[in-house]
């Protein structure tokens, strides 16, 4: 008796009243032997859901999900009032062709000497463009065949490591070679595609990029499930000229945030090699901060494209839910996932998901989403909708982060943004957190079973890591109950950001509580199950997916150890032009100290 709680209606929740309350996992780090011997015992019929109800109960979820009346009615999937027409923006043809849209694209970036940058690129460390490829294959400084060979060399290098450290799980010479051709034949008759055409790019494993199967990472996948053409955001880019080197590594069916992968091997941080590069997209940041490939595409349904990117010291970026197809990905029927680019540059993950947008037919019945917009980069708009900007920050929030050294990082960002621009900065308050991350691990939990069970159930489930056991464990102990009410902490919590959003244009906070966490060598084998790092990795993306926000990590500096720290910009529905418009300001006023990874290949000069 005396365990119910009720809750007050969102709209009569006093704000002042609220007080932050820092999320602790309780929960052991487990690795080897001990591991292994866990995931048996949380697997068994009766002590396993004994052991699960225990962790459930200190956490807090039980409390949450079970002992709470909840008044507002659930939301399965994230619903949006109409929005306004962002300032300084064009508005790109979402059924127009993709080319169309990079053209575009590309009239909105700013002024860029390509062949000076050219001739100077030895004053400091820099990525190179899609602009500085496209300069090079015109100028016929170098062909896109060429690029190709210096990347199958180091693809071929990188595959003989001990222990395995694979960027890729699906390589073909043959295949690069073939499309690096065709490009470099368009170059020579003076005909390419669009400014992609000759541009590299890996795709995670769990998007279908034909002929390469989509393994999720995992050993059987492919044995259950055929790719017969690529999903539709690949097919996209595939016109638009871009050359795909394979399947990027990643952590075990998304279902991690460290990297780890005892299938394959675990993919290195470029910036420290006895890191985590993050995850789940782990294959797609290391590729673009390692320098092989100017771009990636990743999958995020919990943070999975800006954690790496945030780690590896690039920039990743998450639509809003639907903005983008998610047919032909092994995540295509969730309600908080979404395929994003990764790229070394803004603006090349805005060239990037100019080519790669537009809803699903089904998406754009049910969510009625407004015109895809780029911000015009290349204007004097651009400075005056910086100047109006309102940059919500939730400081206790911001704050709670494994080192001071970040939210340090962070806020000198923000203070550069607000003296260069006089944007005004709004203390906000985000009610309800911990419940908000009991709601997404539920949801995403759910959505991930519900697509396994019938594997599962065939006996596969014994060939998967021992750490997505120990995910498939927790996700099984959850009832129809646990999701429904799941779903009203959804709309509940999409209640408070709306409101927010009436205040400010942007919600600003690190993008990952902790840099790059160490890689036990224990792990390498059977992995690790680190509930508590997860929660640090965790500690600022979820909003994004449970409300389906767009949200990009853009990198601002580095700790005392050098390694990369990252600023997440949330908006409002359908508001990627204004986070990308402000991403590219932040890149501009923090990129110049910008440090070379230990593992960087210059595949354009070769050098």
């Given amino acids: ?47 396993g859901p004994i052991i ?71 004053a400091s460390f820099r990525y190179w463009k899609i602009r ?7 100028s016929r400084k170098v062909t896109p ?148 490939c100017s771009a990636a595409l990743g999958t995020d349904g919990g943070g999975s494209v800006r954690i790496p990117s945030s780690l590896c010291g690039v920039v990743g970026f998450k639509t809003t839910y639907g903005r983008t197809s998610m047919e032909g990905s092994l995540c295509d029927s969730g309600t908080v996932e979404i395929i994003g680019p990764i790229a070394s540059t803004v603006e090349d993950v805005l060239l990037v998901y100019s080519a790669m947008l537009g809803a699903s037919p089904a998406n754009r019945i049910s969510l009625k989403p407004a015109p895809p917009c780029l911000p015009t980069l290349s204007s004097n708009d651009n400075s005056n909708a910086l100047g109006s900007l309102r940059i919500g920050k939730y400081t206790p929030w911001f704050n709670d982060v494994h080192s001071t050294e970040i939210s340090d990082k962070c806020e000198e960002a923000l203070n550069l943004l607000s003296k260069a621009h006089g944007c005004e900065m709004i203390e906000i308050v985000i009610p309800e957190l911990l419940e908000m991350r009991t709601a997404h691990v539920v949801s995403i939990g759910s959505e991930c079973l519900c697509s396994l069970n019938p594997d599962c159930e065939d006996g596969r489930g014994v060939n998967l890591t021992y750490d997505t056991r120990t995910s498939l464990a927790l996700f099984r102990s959850f009832t129809a109950a646990d999701y429904v009410a799941a ?43 680190d509930m508590q790092t997860t929660a640090n990795l965790m500690q600022f993306v979820v909003p994004a ?26 908006g409002r529905p359908w508001a990627e032009a204004t986070i990308l418009r402000v991403a590219a300001e932040v890149e501009k006023l923090c990129g110049e100290s910008k440090k070379k990874p230990v593992s960087y290949y210059d595949v354009l000069k070769a050098k």
Avoid at 132 to 138: C, F, G, L, W
Wanted: aromatic share 8%.
């Fill in 487 to 529: 779903q009203c902490i959804r709309r509940r919590n999409m209640y408070y950001h709306l409101e927010i959003f009436k205040k400010v244009d942007v919600i600003v906070t690190p993008t990952t509580g902790m840099t790059a966490p160490i890689i036990p060598p224990s792990a390498l084998k059977s992995g690790e199950t």
């Fill in 1 to 47: 008796m005396g365990k119910k709680r009720v809750m007050t209606p969102a709209k009569d929740v006093d704000l002042s009243s609220i007080k932050y309350e820092r999320e602790i996992v309780q929960a052991p780090h487990l690795t080897g032997f001990v591991f292994r011997l866990f995931v048996r015992i949380i697997e068994a019929p009766v002590i």
């Fill in 545 to 570: 997916n449970l409300l389906g926000f767009p949200s990009i990590s853009v990198p601002v500096g580095y700790d005392k150890e050098g390694l990369p720290i990252g600023l997440q910009i949330m």
């Fill in 52 to 122: 699960m109800n225990i962790l459930k109960k200190e956490n807090k979820m039980d409390e949450i999900l079970r002992h709470t009346m909840i008044p507002e009615e659930p939301m399965f999937k994230p619903e949006y009032p109409p929005q306004e027409m962002e300032p300084g923006v064009v508005v790109l043809e979402e059924d127009g062709r993709p080319e169309d849209r990079v053209e575009y694209a590309l009239k909105c970036l700013p002024h860029y000497d390509v062949a000076e940058s050219w001739e100077n690129s030895s």
């Fill in 132 to 138: 500085d490829y496209a300069h090079a294959y015109q």
């Fill in 145 to 292: 065949s060429m690029v190709a060979e210096r990347i199958i060399s180091i693809i071929e290098d990188n595959g003989r490591n001990k222990p395995p450290t694979p960027l890729l799980i699906s390589f073909d010479a043959a295949g690069v070679r073939e499309q690096a051709a065709a490009s470099t034949q368009r170059f020579e008759a003076g005909n390419p595609l669009s400014i992609l055409d000759g541009i590299f790019m890996a795709i995670k494993d769990d998007i279908d990029c034909y002929p390469h199967p989509s393994k999720g990472a995992t050993t059987w996948m492919h044995e259950v499930r055929t790719v017969k053409e690529d999903a539709v955001c690949v097919s996209r880019l595939r016109t638009c000229g871009v050359i795909f080197i394979g399947k990027a590594n990643m952590h075990e069916l998304g279902m991690g945030t460290t990297g780890n992968n005892p299938n394959f091997g675990t993919t290195r941080n470029p910036h420290a090699p006895d890191r985590y590069t993050g995850g789940s997209s782990s294959g797609p940041a290391a590729i673009v901060a390692s320098g092989l």
